[in-house]
């Protein structure tokens, strides 16, 4: 008992504990400093080892995987986990994210639908349906070239370009 009389809790909460492990960070936390994410930072780690491109193609998100499964030889699968929730306007607009990890390496490959209800990942590419992130292991230039050469040759397909990290100005939303 406490002595205002209150039963102590025999769980303590997470913030009591970290509290009591880096008492130092809370008294800078009690005086009035905030402690924030660097989101720059992880941002650009995020995007460390990433090739991304950019694809026009007028079909439905799961249409694009089905076909890209059956002439690449992939195997995409929607992840709800990590689909990309993003609120404008006091709306929430939620983009669907495929992904396909390589069995023999560590390279993932995540399909990014770039609209959802007339809003866009990425604002800046409005023109793009689709987003393809290459992550984690490197992409050769003519690995990189063979992918695009078998994405053109999908009947559905306009368009198929690499972006670089300095064209995209809202890259934060792509990091899940």
């Not at 399909?111 to 292991?137: A, I």
Request: charged residues 20%.
């Amino acid at each position: 008992m406490t002595q205002s009389g209150r039963r102590e809790n025999p769980f303590l909460s997470v913030s009591s504990v970290i509290r009591n492990l880096y008492p130092q960070t809370f008294s800078m936390a009690d005086r009035g400093i905030k402690l924030l994410l660097n989101n720059k930072e992880l941002t650009d780690e995020f995007f460390d080892n990433t090739r991304l491109l950019g694809i026009m193609a007028s079909v439905k998100d799961y249409q694009f995987c089905w076909h890209l499964n059956h002439s690449v030889g992939l195997d995409f699968r929607i992840n709800n986990e990590i689909e990309i929730q993003l609120t404008k306007k006091q709306r929430n607009y939620f983009f669907s994210v495929y992904e396909y990890s390589e069995p023999t390496g560590s390279l993932s490959h995540f399909v990014y639908n770039n609209q959802f209800d007339g809003e866009y990942l990425l604002p800046e590419f409005r023109h793009l349906d689709f987003l393809w992130l290459m992550k984690g292991d490197e992409v050769s230039d003519a690995s990189l070239q063979q992918t695009i050469e078998t994405i053109r040759s999908i009947n559905s397909v306009q368009l198929v370009l690499e972006l670089t990290n300095q064209q995209i100005k809202h890259r934060e939303h792509l990091v899940f």
